[in-house]
């Protein structure tokens, strides 16, 4: 089967100058937003890429989980339609340069993380998903790359009031469960079911992941730490 890929680009509009430009000549490439962001930027956005308009939820989530997931999913929908079979899950604020290179990279993967966690490397944190974690165990989540199939399983929830679990625990959740897996966020189960962490080819291709709403690089920043693996 021939892979077509896609990019969605989801969340706040802030940015959007600098994000059309890192993103504009690439094929496939939609945003989805929310339909009361500022005119000026979604008029910027549509002269040179599609967008999905989505309304927000009346509960925004844990760390904004319901605003992340409403919006991929607006994407999903939009490039599943169009026939695209692997997507490229970025934040609104987010630049990938040599972006090309890192699709290539990216070709062909399941399901692919920048990092993870290292098992109960960071302790400053509980939550009960299945059994009780007292650790930040579970991949990053802002940059995501998988099938379309995958991307949807993992994006595709809505959560409750009072569920207070990390978004990244939930999109891997998510994911293990859409494919019948046993829900663990150990580095060895993950890459044995079918899980890539491309932090090393980052490091290898000069590629950066420029988180502009923090002014740092998550390459560098998760190769930095010494709580993170690959």
Known sequence: MEINQGIVIQGPTNYYKE????????PNVVWST????????????????????????????????NMQ????????????????????????????????KFLSILKGKSMAFLAIAKENARKDLYYELIYRHYSHDYPVDLVVYGTTQNIENSFNFITEENQFIPPEALVLYNYLEGNNLEYKSTYNHLINNGVYFYLNDCINNQIEL???KHNNDLVKMHNDQINYGF
């Open 34 to 65: 929310w339909d009361d962001e500022p005119l000026e930027n979604i008029e910027y956005i549509k002269n040179h890429i599609p967008m999905v308009l989505n309304q927000k939820p009346s509960y925004w989530g844990h760390l904004n989980v």
């Open 69 to 100: 997931t409403i919006s991929t999913m607006g994407g999903v929908n939009y490039l599943k339609e169009k026939g695209i079979n692997e997507i490229l899950k970025v934040r609104g604020d987010i630049i990938i340069t040599n972006l090309a």
């Open 210 to 212: 420029n988180w502009l």
């Open 19 to 26: 994000v059309i430009e890192c993103y504009k000549d690439i």
